[in-house]
């Protein structure tokens, strides 16, 4: 297959399986949404699903947000991990967001990236869900099944960004990052990972990443 095939065989085969694409993250709207995704660093989903509704039910806007103080926040959001830096992250940025954007959720990275806890991915992921801007945001297994595929040389998630821009066509970059990160989840996994139920990483895998499997299992059988 050409690299092009490969890209055409990776968007056909993820619509197939997800059709439909559900949204991670369970929100209302940009700004419960950006708090969302800031606290699912090195989190899971599932967790941050748990935790979020605690805290909307007392704060889902900047302006109720900041009559909360850091030490409230934190506590409500303990069990999604590194609550002080995310506790002060939030606080921070409702305040920004009432003294700069007029309680709004701004519509571009730049003002985005320079909120309070808030990176490039998490930006990107506020952008294409809150608004439908495209963007590519790269998470783990968006950066692991990108080196699998072999589409990208995996150096960091910067590199790999930029190569999904350029293989996969701009109108199908909001959905596919999320079929990516899906797939990734259920058949193409970091550990624990089965092969035979991964029908892309199969068909157009990385020779060495294949032969490394192989040989891994060659061993434990």
């Given at each position: 297959m050409t690299k092009q095939e490969k890209v055409q065989f990776v968007i056909d085969t993820l619509?197939?399986?997800?059709?439909?694409?559900?949204?991670?993250?369970?929100?209302?709207?940009?700004?419960t949404l950006l708090i969302a995704v800031l606290m699912s660093a090195q989190s899971t989903d599932v967790r941050v699903n748990k935790i979020t509704p605690l805290l909307f039910a007392k704060a889902d806007n900047p302006y109720d947000m900041i009559k909360l103080s850091v030490e409230e926040i934190r506590e409500i959001i303990k069990p999604v991990g590194l609550s002080p830096m995310k506790a002060k992250g939030i606080y921070g940025l409702s305040h920004i967001l009432i003294d700069?954007?007029?309680?709004?959720v701004p519509q571009n990275l730049e003002d985005l990236e320079e909120l309070p806890a808030v990176g490039?991915?998490?930006?990107?992921?506020?952008?294409?869900?809150?608004?439908?801007?495209?963007?590519?945001p790269v998470d783990t297994h968006i950066h692991r099944l990108m080196y699998r595929w072999n589409l990208t040389n995996g150096k960091n998630v910067v590199q790999t960004e930029k190569d999904a821009k350029r293989l996969f066509p701009e109108e199908i970059w909001n959905d596919l990052h999320l079929q990516i990160i899906w797939y990734g989840r259920e058949y193409c996994q970091a550990r624990g990972w089965n092969l035979d139920n991964d029908i892309i990483t199969k068909t157009i895998g990385r020779k060495s990443v294949l032969d490394t499997y192989y040989k891994n299992k060659k061993t434990r059988s």
């Open positions: 619509q197939r399986i997800y059709p439909e694409i559900p949204v991670p993250l369970d929100h209302k709207d940009p700004y700069k954007h007029d309680g709004k490039h991915k998490t930006a990107s992921v506020v952008i294409s869900q809150a608004f439908g801007i495209p963007a590519f």
